[in-house]
């Protein structure tokens, strides 16, 4: 039986081309969570007036990879202490957020999220939120597997 985990990490394509590389993910799909407008467009998101953070939910084998190994490649991927932006993305819709997805999700980011700010890994503080999953609403196709599809190898 498979399981879901999202991630906000930036810009929805470079996240799921990472996840996609990762061994026990079965599926990705990109879109829009976290906020206040329903089946909302890529263009209203980047309005800034949504809520909502471009996110890659990830469906996975938790007999291949544990939850806890999914965060270690979010908190890898991406620079957790930057606030609304990741380099040259800025916007609330590129912040980092963890958005779970059950109670067992919610403690292991917690844990994870304190054990990289006790790691020393970072001098700033780590601005990820976590957040209870709401509505996934998928992309536009043209944004799913967009780093694949393009031959780009960054957003």
Known sequence: MTKLSTFGAG?????????????????????????????PTYEQVCGHDTGHAEVCQVEYDPDV???EQLLDVFWNLHDPTQIERQGPDIGYQYRSVIFYHDDEQKAAAERSREALANSGKHSQTIATSIEPASTFWRAEEYHQRY?????????
Do not use: L, P
């Open 11 to 39: 810009c929805f394509w470079g996240v799921e081309h990472k996840f996609r590389q990762t061994h026990g993910v079965i599926d990705t799909a990109v879109g829009y969570m976290g906020g206040h407008v329903e089946h």
């Open 65 to 67: 990879i544990s939850y």
């Open 147 to 155: 780093i694949a599809k393009t031959g780009r190898n960054v957003c």
